[in-house]
């Protein structure tokens, strides 16, 4: 029985929802403002986080988690952007002159190289600041593990099409 109800339920929402009844609803789009007190807090807080949460402070380490998350995304974009430039270096060096052939295969062995190895300095960068951000978060389980720089620009090369080399 709880099954039918459920699926009644859910008919009726999507009904309602292809009515348009869920359009211009007030406060669409932002998020629901609920105010439950955290029963963990110690009334003597209380007050003084309420002050800090409506006042916008967000702590140091939630933004330095803000900032992990787009350096890593940079970082996956470096990576993806450069094996495609190698993909089209290589299809270009391979149709263009062939009295260059060997030297454009150099240059093009040379800065990818060169990008494995600056990006084995961000990565590490990036390290240091998971050490940072896991030095000032107070949840433990929000604690980030270290990235594993050789494995990344290893792995990330071995994916990378073979240049040959004259």
């Known amino acids: 029985m709880s ?3 459920g699926h009644y339920v859910e008919k009726l929402i999507t009904d309602a929802r ?3 009844k869920f359009d211009k609803l007030a406060n669409q789009g932002k998020p629901i403002k609920i105010e439950e007190e955290n029963p963990y807090l110690d009334d003597d807080w209380r007050l003084a986080y309420k002050v800090i949460e409506t006042g916008g402070y967000v702590p140091p380490w939630v933004e330095m988690d ?3 998350e787009q350096d890593l995304n940079r970082t996956r974009r470096d990576r993806q952007e450069h094996h495609r430039w ?6 270009d060096i391979k149709h263009g002159p062939i009295q260059y052939f060997g030297r454009d295969l150099r240059r093009l062995n040379q800065h990818h190289e060169s990008f494995l190895k600056n990006h084995a300095t961000r990565l590490n960068e990036l390290n240091g600041k998971i050490d940072h951000f896991n030095y000032l978060c107070p949840v433990p389980s929000l604690l980030k593990i270290k990235l594993q720089t050789k494995e990344i620009v290893t792995e990330f090369d071995h994916k990378c099409p073979a240049i040959p080399l004259l």
Do not use: S, V
């Open 18 to 20: 292809d009515q348009g």
């Open 66 to 68: 803000k900032e992990i």
């Open 3 to 5: 099954e039918n109800f």
């Open 86 to 91: 190698l993909l089209r270096r290589l299809d």
